[in-house]
Nanobody, 127 residues
């Protein structure tokens, strides 16, 4: 059984940084494209960033470009989201997701394209 577990969320002030981690068990992540999504109260879940199985391709939402960095370490079966210069509007529950058997270099941007999800980690940015 595949499990994705996020960690690293918390309460920070605007301008601070956080690094989220997503560790998989039950299956190796090396064949999966990974995505980080977020969902704020009353809003739809949105893709923040995605990375291909080998890390050669990435995607960022316009709202986080230049501030967030997605990465992965397949040896550790873990994906990361480094979040810098956090803003109030970054407050949300952040989820990682895996899309298995993705072709090399491929990215998925729709929630429905992902096969497994973590339970989410809360990120709250205060002024």
């Amino acid at each position: 059984q595949v499990q994705l577990v996020e960690s690293g969320g918390g309460l920070v002030q605007a301008g601070d940084s956080l690094r989220l981690s997503c560790t998989a068990s039950g299956r190796t992540l090396s064949s999966a494209g990974m995505g980080w999504f977020r969902q704020a109260p009353g809003k739809e879940r949105e893709l923040v960033a995605a990375i291909s199985r080998g890390g050669s391709s990435t995607y960022y939402a316009d709202s986080v470009k230049g501030r967030f960095t997605i990465s992965r370490d397949n040896r550790k079966n873990t994906a990361y989201l480094q979040m810098n210069s956090l803003k109030l509007e970054d407050t949300a529950v952040y989820y990682c997701a895996a899309a298995w058997n993705l072709y090399p270099g491929g990215l998925k941007v729709r929630p429905g394209d992902y096969d497994n999800w973590g339970q989410g980690t809360q990120v709250t940015v205060s002024s």
